[in-house]
């Protein structure tokens, strides 16, 4: 990448050096793709990219006396 760009810097020794670039690109993308599912989304996942797409609540069968104890 840096030669694409030529980017070069003046070295202590006054000589022109090769710049050395860290590229993270699958880290980035993955964070830019996360980040804008979670603002389109706010946060309510579509059923299909839910982490919990479904919960099952047990209910015993005598539910009229549980307000009365």
Same mark, same amino acid.
Request: glycine share 8%; aromatic share 8%; no cysteine.
């Given at each position: &990448?840096?030669?694409?760009?030529?980017?070069?810097?003046?070295?202590?020794?006054?000589?022109? /050096?090769?710049?050395? &670039?860290? /590229?993270?690109?699958?880290?980035?993308? &993955?964070?830019?793709? %996360?980040?804008?599912? %979670?603002? /389109?989304?706010?946060? =309510?996942?579509?059923?299909? %990219?839910?982490?919990?797409? =479904? =919960?099952?609540?047990?209910?015993?069968?005598?539910?009229?006396? &549980?307000? =009365?104890?």
């Amino acid at each position: &990448m840096p030669e694409r760009f030529d980017v070069n810097y003046i070295g202590a020794d006054g000589q022109e /050096h090769r710049t050395v &670039m860290i /590229h993270r690109t699958v880290l980035g993308s &993955m964070e830019r793709f %996360l980040g804008s599912l %979670l603002e /389109h989304y706010g946060g =309510a996942f579509p059923v299909w %990219l839910s982490p919990v797409q =479904a =919960a099952i609540i047990p209910l015993p069968t005598d539910t009229s006396s &549980m307000p =009365a104890r």
